[in-house]
Structure formats: C-alpha cells, structure tokens
C-alpha cells in the first residue's frame, strides 16, 4: 500500500492511499481527543457502497472525524469495505481505536441495482383468493416478476371475514413440488391486511416443511392493493438470498477488523434497521443510498427545507426536504419497471454522473449518459500499461471503431452458464488487463454484449468521462492527466471524421463542452423535480408551451430570456449539493437557477455520514371500520375485535398501533424510542349536520437513536421484544 501525506485547509491532515486490489483512496482526519470520543457513545463508523467508491467515516460526539475512499469492487464488496475501514481507522488518535467502535451503519445499492437488472434469485409466490385479472395487474408473470406463481384457495373479504376456506393441502403440494427449484417463498393473501390469518397459517405451514425464508405480504405494508402487495413480497423473497450474502460479507469484514459492535442498514425511508431485521424485510432497503445522502444533508447543514442533489459516478438523485423530512413517495418506491408498497425518499434520478460515458449520438452531437465508463484517467492509474495503447490511437489520423473504449474481465469473476454465444465470445477474447474494445467486438451487436457482461458486474468498460474532463480543465485531480487528454484529442478527432471538418477541435475545447452539457443537464433535472414536488404546478401536467420550455433552457443555459422582457426562473429553497463531482459544477449550476448553494463539509462522503446519522424509525397502522351499521371493527394483527361504539374502538386502535410501533423500533435497534400516534377519519354524511364514522386509521410512529454498544453487537435486546 502507497501514501502520501498533504495539508489542507482548516488543518485537517490528507492522505492520499492506493489500495491493494482497489485503486485510489483519499483519508481525511480532524484532531480528536480520547476524551471526546469518551464523553459519546464511542465511535461510530458510517459505510456507503456506490458505483464507483467505497465511503467510511467517523463520528465522535455528532461530527465527522475521520473519512475515507476506496474504490467498489463490485465482484466482491468486502474487498473495498475493508480497505475503506482499515484506511479510515488509521487515521484515529493513538490513544483511540477499532476498539471504541459501537456502532457499524452502512447504506447500500444492492437492492436497487438487483431490481433495476433483473438479478433475483429463484422463489415461489403463493397467492391465496387471487383470480386472474388480479394476478394480471400485479405484474408477477412478466419476466423477473414473482418467479414461480401457485394460486391458493382462500382469502378474506373487505371487512375481514373469511371469504374462503385456506387450502392447506395445496400449500403443501406446492412446496413438496418447488423447494428444491426455489431460494425462497413469498406468500399474499387477499385483504390480508385487513385479516392476515391466511398468510400466517401458510407461512407456519411453509415453515415446518423447510428451513427456507418466507415473506408475508401484510408485513411489508399495511395499505390496500393485493396484487401490488404481492409484486412487493415476490421481490422481498427474490432479494433476501442477496442481501443475506451481503451482510454475511459485511459481518466478516467488521469481524477480521477486530470491530465489536452492532451492524445496521439504511431503509429507503432514511430510517436504520438491525441487519438481522434487513435479512427478514430486504425490500425495504430499496434507494438506501439516496435516502442516505438526504439524511447526510441535513445532518452536515443543519437545514430543514431545502433541495438536494447527489451526484455519484453513475446518476445524480434529487430529493426535496420539507420541515426536516424528505418527501415520501406516496404511491412507494418505483425502482426500474417496479412500483412496490415500499415507503421511501421521492427521488428523481437522471443517468448523469461524474463517470457518464462521453460519446457522440447518430448525429454527431455530444452526449453525455446514461451509460457508466470507467474513466480513462483512472484506468491508467490502475493499469498503468493502459496509457501506452491510449497514446498510439490518439496519434491516428484514421480511427479504429470505439476508440476511446477498453474493457476487461473483472478479477475473480466466471461466466455463467446461461449466456448468449457472442457473450461468451466476447468474454473469451477479453483479459485481466485492459484491451482496446475493437479488438474485442465487430459489430454493434458484439458491443451490446459486451455491456450486458458489465451490467452483470462480470467485466468493465472504460470510457471518456467528465471526470476525464474535469482532470484536463484542472478542476479535478488524483489521477492519470494524460490519459485524460489522450481520451479528449480521440473524442475530437472521432467528431472532426464524423463531420468532415478541417480541423478537429482542441482537447481543452472538448472539456469545456461537456462541462456545459454536464451543468445544463443538471439545471433541467433540478427545475425538473422542484416542478413535480410543487402541488400548484403538477396539475399543469408536462406540457409547459414554447414559451415555458424556451425559459427552462435559457435559464440553464445561463441566457437572457429576451431584450425586452425580463423573466426569471430558479429554486426558491436552498440547494445542497453533495458527492465527489459536485464542486467542479454546481457553483455554476447554482448561480444559473439563482439558488443559494451549499456544498458543506464532507460533501464527498455524505452518503456514509447519513448511514450512520440517522434514527430508527418504525410506523404501524391500526384500520377502524363500520361493516355493518353501529358495529366498528378494529383490524388489529392479533385478532380483529368490535366494539358497539367509535370511542373505544379508536382507543383499543391507537393503543395497539403504539405498542405494537415500540415493539418495532426496538426490534430495528432503536435504543429507548418515543412514539407519536394520530388518528385520522372518514365520514360518511347523512344529512344536514349528521355523519357518522365510516373509518378511520390508527398511525403510530416510534422513534429513537440506534442502540450501540458491545453488548448490542452480541444480541442483547429490550425487554419488550416479542
């Protein structure tokens, strides 16, 4: 391992490290005392795996400490979490270390890169009372949906009454036929939220015949909406196998590290969750990562309303925070094709990061994403060899097809069985160390197999990047310079053949076009999102006229709208700009859209700041309805119970929901956690002045700060769990 030691601004010491196995990696520490890390619940280490870096930081008495970078290695996530953790705990005082660690958080894009790619594993779905229009519009018997589908016997009715008898034989039947198939199963009743005895019984069932994890669908989200229940459950079984590879991978990390304290994962809400707790409900670490970088931006600011945006290698995720809370998508989480019951952060996601892929369009126009490259300056960083081979393509007056492109296979990584004949050629002519990608493909065709090796995580590709750009220009520094500019003069040369000009552009002049294409892109998604987030305006629909459209892209162009009008338009909230690109385009992206910006401290690994800095957090809803006239029902999970009057019924709903939301947090991890309960009614109207109650939903939502700890690490838990 290679260091090296600088100052920086406002004393922090910087040490800049290359990896084993890894790549580029930047500490940074602050002086901190034993006794400030006595005065706090010891140290508490922040982990985020994104795209492109590994991030670890340390907090001591609510503030970073110490941070880290390591490159992902995404065939095998330990290998960065470990160098990340090891480079991060060097940097602590002597009389401080891996010791005082009480607490491991780490968010993660596991879930939403295996829902996005159609990598589940094999499960059964059991759907009990469904008919066929409803397994239609539940989406499970599209390609990667709920895998094998069994249609039960049973289910309930609206009001909770039994609306046929289970088919306890056919349970079994289907797991006698499909366990061995299967790593999973995921079981949804009709109106299971309103009566989930089905569900239970079947999982019991499931249960006693095999020791593989079962998901119930009325545990995953107390809304109604069977068939979309069920897509959640079907994917929750399909990520569990994954996830439990993941914290298995993390649980020997933080054990090698000699580090004793409990590990928790980042919800798509913001809120934490046990691993354990994740093992049983994966789904709902669904945009984990964005939902970090929320909770990280308030945490590093201080600010309760403001915008947000999260610029990685790969995308850039938009959210909008409103009294100190991220806006919850309220029709849940929407990952690729997928529209789960998941609660989660309302993010806008674009395909513009630090590392898009440069490259021309059929028409010979800059473009930028939304595919993700490696950088070129990166790669000879890491394959030094590289820069060699780039130099004698730049030199060419006739270029090879995709000349500015290598690829290589991923180390430790083999190829599955189950791939197409070109696949396979492809992976065969590919190497360890980078090759040019016309000696690996001939045809368009040739490359779209190539790119579905590295969407498999199988191989990379190596691109031009604005990363490149930004190490041309010098807005960026860390890796190779000159293979950056080697990747800029190929990129003109490729656009002056293409439009058979004279004279090919410069390398700086090329930089400083995507630089402007990155910062308009930005000013569209940012307006883009603040109009979707507006009630006045979303009722406009898309369409904003020749006129509003031409404000949009002057205003992110940075031009007047008109010599004689003057027209404005720019976010009204503040704008916080986190992730390792951000300082090199959001001043100007921010002084376009007029936006007071803040890029605080720490930027560069917010991500791993909110995955340690936020709380445990559970909701449960408790339904009161009428079925039938001056009878309430309360839909409570130990057994529905009704009641002659509204008063009691309600009282026995917010009890319920209470304790059972306690229960929940301290289950997650929360350590002493506070409830708040609301009730919210429907009323029916009868006449002048007469209603009556014809529903209403119990809400209670318990929060605390995680538990940390030693004795937590080893499994110590509340009293009260059940």
């Known amino acids: 391992m290679h260091d090296k030691e600088r100052g920086a ?101 596991l879930a939403t890169n295996a829902v996005v790619e159609n990598r589940f594993s094999p499960v059964c779905t059991l759907l009990i009372g469904f008919d066929d229009a409803m397994v239609e519009r539940s989406g499970l018997q599209r390609p990667g949906g709920g895998g094998l589908i069994v249609r039960i016997q049973g289910g309930h009715g609206a009001t909770g009454e039994e609306a046929s008898a289970l088919d306890e034989a056919a349970v079994t039947r289907a797991v006698a036929a499909h366990e061995a198939r299967v790593e999973a199963f995921a079981v949804a009743a009709n109106f299971s939220v309103r009566n989930p005895a089905h569900e239970l019984r079947a999982r019991k069932l499931i249960r006693e015949l095999t020791p593989k994890p079962v998901t119930c669908a009325h545990e995953l989200s107390s809304k109604l909406d069977a068939p979309r229940r069920a897509l959640t459950a079907a994917l929750n079984a399909r990520l569990t196998p994954q996830i439990r590879h993941l914290i298995e991978a993390l649980s020997r990390v933080v054990a090698d590290e000699a580090i004793d304290a409990p590990l928790m994962i980042v919800k798509g809400d913001g809120s934490l969750m046990k691993a354990q707790i994740a093992l049983e409900y994966p789904v709902e670490t669904i945009l984990s990562g964005p939902a970090a970088s929320v909770v990280g931006a308030g945490f590093l600011t201080g600010l309760a309303d403001f915008v947000v945006a999260d610029m990685g290698g790969t995308t850039t995720d938009i959210a909008v925070v409103s009294g100190g809370r991220p806006v919850i998508s309220g029709e849940g989480a929407l990952v690729g094709a997928w529209r789960t019951m998941v609660e989660a952060v309302d993010v806008r996601t674009s395909g513009l990061g630090g590392d898009s892929e440069v490259h021309l369009d059929r028409q010979h126009r800059l473009c930028v994403g939304p595919r993700k490259a490696m950088p070129l300056s990166l790669l000879a960083h890491t394959h030094p060899a590289a820069l060699a081979r780039l130099k004698s393509i730049a030199e060419l007056e006739r270029l090879p097809p995709y000349p500015a492109q290598f690829a290589f296979r991923n180390p430790g990584r083999s190829l599955p069985v189950h791939v197409s004949p070109l696949e396979r050629r492809v992976w065969d002519a590919m190497e360890v160390q980078p090759r040019p990608v016309a000696e690996l493909v001939r045809s368009g065709a040739g490359l779209e197999a190539l790119r579905r090796l590295a969407d498999a995580g199988l191989a990379t590709v190596a691109a031009f990047t604005p ?12 890796w190779c310079r000159e293979a950056a500019e080697y990747g800029a003069r190929i990129l003109a040369t490729e656009e002056r053949n293409a439009r058979a000009a004279r004279a090919a552009e410069s390398p700086q002049a090329i930089c400083e076009r995507t630089f402007e294409h990155v910062v308009r892109a930005t000013g569209r998604a940012l307006l883009a999102a603040a109009l979707a987030h507006d009630p006045k305006l979303e009722a406009r629909g898309r369409g904003w006229g020749e006129l509003g459209d031409r404000l949009i892209e002057d205003t992110v162009a940075g031009r007047p709208f008109s010599k004689l009008l003057q027209a404005t338009l720019g976010l009204a909230r503040p704008l916080i700009a986190i992730g390792a690109p951000v300082g090199a385009y959001y001043p100007e992206v921010a002084r376009r859209l007029g936006a007071a910006l803040s890029i605080p401290p720490h930027a560069a690994v917010c991500n791993a700041v909110g995955a340690v800095a936020g709380v445990v957090s559970q909701t449960v809803e408790i339904l009161v309805n009428q079925p039938t006239f001056q009878v309430f029902r309360v839909h409570d999970p130990a057994g529905s119970r009704d009641y002659p009057d509204a008063e009691p019924a309600l009282e026995h709903a917010k009890r319920a929901a209470a304790e059972l939301a306690l229960a929940a947090a301290r289950r997650a991890g929360a350590a002493d956690p506070h409830v708040q309960t609301s009730v919210t009614e429907k009323r029916a109207h009868v006449g002048p002045g007469a209603d009556y109650l014809a529903e209403a939903v119990a809400r209670s939502t318990a929060t605390g700060r995680p538990l940390a700890g030693h004795s937590a690490a080893r499994g110590t838990e509340s009293r009260d769990i059940a």
């Open 467 to 478: 990363s490149d750009a930004m190490h041309v220009l010098g807005r960026q520094q860390g």
């Open 9 to 109: 601004a406002g004393g922090a010491r910087i040490r800049y490290v290359t990896p084993r196995n890894a790549g580029a990696m930047r500490p940074e520490s602050k002086d901190v005392s034993m006794s400030a890390i006595n005065a706090t619940q010891g140290l508490w280490l922040g982990l985020d795996t994104g795209g492109t870096f590994t991030d670890a930081v340390l907090l001591a008495e609510r503030r970073v400490i110490a941070s880290a970078k390591a490159l992902t290695t995404p065939w095998d996530l330990a290998l960065g979490i470990g160098e990340a953790i090891r480079a991060v705990l060097a940097l602590l005082p002597a009389d401080a270390g891996r010791q005082d660690v009480s607490l491991v958080s780490v968010s993660t894009t």
